[in-house]
Each structure stands twice: as C-alpha cells, then as structure tokens.
C-alpha cells in the first residue's frame, strides 16, 4: 500500500511485540557460527526520529518504547531487544540517555548480523526505498530493493546461505493481504522447507487475522507458534493487539518469550485488556 508510512506508528506496543521477538529469533542464528540470511518483505525506513512529525502527530511510541525506555527490572529475554534500541541513542541529559530514535527492523537485523550474514530488504513506497537504501549505504551485506515484497522475496528462494529468517510485516490496509499471506507461506515452504518465518499481524474487531491463521494453521506445514499480546479492551475501534505467527521457530523460543509477555503486558496494557496468549497451533 503506497500510502502507508510506518513513523506514525513507528516504536509503539505491536512494534515492542514484534521486534523483541524478532530480536530473539536472530540471537537463536547467532549461536552458531554457520551464516545465515534475512529477508525482509516491507522494509520500511531503517530509523525513524520520534521527534519528527509524523511520530509526534500520532504519539503511539507513548504507549510503546517510551513506557519502557527507564525501567530496571528486565527480564533477561528483553535485554536483547532493548540493547538494539540502546545502540541508536547516544544523546545525553540529567536524566540519562534521551530517547530519540527507533530502529525498524531492517535496522534490528543488520546490527545484530555478522560479516557472513546476507539480507535482502524490499520496500515499494519511493520514499520509504530512499531513505532506507540511504541508511544501508557501504553496507555490503544488505541489500535494498524497490520491488514488491512477495514477488522480491520469493523470487531469491532459496537464498545463500540456506538458513535464516523470512518477516512479513505488512500494513493490512487492503483486506485482501490477509489471503496473500497465507498463499505466500506455501509458496516460501514449496522453495525454502528449512525457512523460519515470522508474520506479524495486527488485531482488530474485524478479526480478519482470524481466516488468515486458520489456513496457515491447516496448510500441512508443521511447527507454527501464536504469540499475540492485548494492550486494550477488545471493543476498542483502533488496534487493540499485536500478533506474531511463528513458522519452525528457533528451539526453546517459545520459553524465551513465555518469560517476558507477562512483564510486557503489565508495562503496556491497560487494565481491561485481555491476557496474551502463546501458544503452539501445530506442534513439530
């Protein structure tokens, strides 16, 4: 969707969701020395300034990044994700270091890559492509693309390396998304079987998610784990949860995440949210 720009909603609770999670899948590749590569199918900007104008104009890192920014009591989990966070902000005051930046998930992957790692970033927005192909500029091991993000991805199947992560993380602005992603998982399992695959979704009162999930859920693919995280009562108007479907997810990821979803929704939700959920839909 050529209209949608993610810094206005850059660093808000489904941002916290997805990228911790993101954060961990990549510290799981990191453990062997094997290199591994990253595909990305909406890319977005690298960095967004929430002091800019379209952070400022919505204010959603409030209720995301920013309630979290000065707090001590971390679960060991959540530190992966925040020391990405850390590593743009180096600005000062009486305070401590100032929030200012946010890394979106071009950025995330990257930093935590190493020199045999190879990504592949597709944006379609012209803006968005500028300004992250800028960001990558004299990085060797990023490539950034101005193509459509399904057809750019599968078209690199299977990448080299042959393990590594695949994040769909679209807008869902047109409905019909809901259905391309779930034909675009058989078709990246059809070409690269080993592939883990996060899906992040929003959550709304339509519930369009819902038919997406059961379809992946019945594909015959095997492995697929459901985190979804609630920050606001389920009447709500705008998006009240985040969700992240997880495809032959790295081991003991499931753990890892169990042991900060409680400390997240305490920090960030409101009182009349639902519990979040994790669970296994299709087990190995």
Not at 9 to 19: C, P, R, S, T, Y
Not at 80 to 108: C, E, H, M, W
Not at 125 to 145: D, I, N
């Amino acid at each position: 969707m050529l209209s949608y720009q993610h810094g206005f909603h850059a660093g808000n609770f489904a941002d916290v969701h997805k990228h911790m999670i993101l954060a961990l899948m990549l510290e799981a590749l990191n453990v062997k020395e094997k290199p591994w590569s990253y595909l990305e199918t909406h890319g977005g900007s690298a960095l967004y300034d929430l002091t800019d104008e379209q952070a400022q104009k919505t204010g959603e890192f409030l209720g995301g990044i920013s309630k979290l920014w000065d707090k001590k009591d971390l679960p060991e989990a959540f530190r992966t994700y925040i020391k990405q966070v850390q590593a743009v902000n180096q600005d000062t005051d009486d305070q401590g270091v100032k929030l200012r930046f946010y890394p979106g998930s071009p950025s995330i992957a990257a930093m935590m890559s190493r020199d045999s790692d190879h990504l592949a970033i597709m944006e379609l927005h012209p803006a968005e492509y500028q300004r992250v192909k800028q960001h990558f500029r004299g990085q060797s091991q990023v490539a950034v693309h101005h193509r459509d993000g399904y057809e750019g991805v599968l078209s690199m199947m299977p990448p080299k390396p042959n393990r590594g992560l695949v994040l769909i993380d679209p807008s869902y602005e047109v409905k019909t998304e809901y259905q391309q992603v779930a034909k675009f998982i058989k078709q990246i399992y059809g070409r690269w079987p080993n592939a883990s695959v996060a899906i992040w979704y929003p959550i709304l009162r339509a519930g369009h998610h819902k038919e997406m999930i059961d379809k992946i859920a019945g594909s015959g693919i095997r492995k697929i784990y459901q985190s979804e995280l609630f920050v606001q009562d389920s009447g709500s108007e705008r998006m009240f949860g985040s969700g992240m479907l997880l495809i032959n997810p790295p081991w003991q990821l499931d753990q890892k995440i169990a042991s900060v979803i409680p400390w997240l929704y305490q920090a960030l939700a409101q009182p009349t949210a639902a519990e979040p959920q994790g669970t296994w839909l299709v087990p190995e």
